[in-house]
């Protein structure tokens, strides 16, 4: 909506010079309804916090899965999707090539909305460790993080549920599960990591859209 209002303003003052020389009769701009700027209901964890809400997550057996959220900022449809095969050990990568979603009590998996989605993540030596050791518990599973109820990969709103779990088990504001990745991103800019690189890492388009977002 910025750029629309971007747009809209500078298309105003590029028409009101030929109304002056009435080559035509009005500004269409002048009865253009632009839609208002949206506000973001977009809250971070602090630090403390995040060190609250893993410890949660820990007492749960569940903190594989949110550290490496917090240290990658995946969509949540990109973390359940993931499967064993797409962490690299050595190069301490992650590949982001699907995602997985839930209509209709369906889920299925997909390709990522854009090609600029489909991306190689670098993940701390942490999060591997994490990673290898979740996996020695179900070392047959081709799932990264396997629902213990089902075998499958998790539901995404029952993982959501969890993370309402986590947060009330904290002591923690309610925040939605995307906020984690807002968290990640927010840190993650001041702490230093140019916009570029935590462009590429969010799968966004540019570097201007992950600085207006």
């Not at 699907?98 to 090609?115: D, H, R, V, Y």
């Not at 986590?166 to 840190?187: E, N, S, V, W, Y």
């Not at 990591?193 to 969010?202: A, F, G, N």
Request: charge should be neutral.
């Amino acid at each position: 909506t910025t750029t629309v209002h971007s747009v809209h303003l500078l298309l105003h003052a590029v028409l009101d010079p030929a109304v002056k020389e009435r080559l035509i009769p009005r500004n269409p701009c002048k009865y253009c309804v632009v839609p208002k700027p949206r506000k973001l209901d977009m809250k971070v964890l602090s630090p403390e916090q995040i060190g609250a809400y893993l410890e949660s997550a820990q007492r749960r057996e569940l903190l594989p899965m949110f550290y490496l959220e917090l240290t990658s900022g995946l969509h949540r449809g990109e973390l359940l999707a993931l499967l064993w095969e797409d962490l690299d050990i050595e190069e301490r990568t992650i590949s982001v090539t699907k995602t997985l979603s839930a209509k209709t009590g369906k889920m299925t998996i997909s390709p990522p909305k854009t090609q600029n989605s489909i991306r190689k993540v670098v993940i701390p030596t942490e999060a591997v460790e994490l990673l290898v050791e979740e996996h020695e518990k179900h070392p047959d599973s081709p799932y990264m993080f396997p629902s213990p109820v089902t075998g499958n990969m998790y539901h995404p709103d029952a993982i959501g549920r969890v993370h309402k779990k986590l947060l009330k088990q904290a002591g923690l504001p309610d925040i939605r599960f995307h906020d984690l990745r807002h968290t990640f991103a927010t840190l993650a800019l001041q702490n230093g990591v140019d916009v570029k690189t935590l462009s590429s890492m969010l799968g966004h388009y540019s570097a201007g859209f992950t600085l207006d977002t």
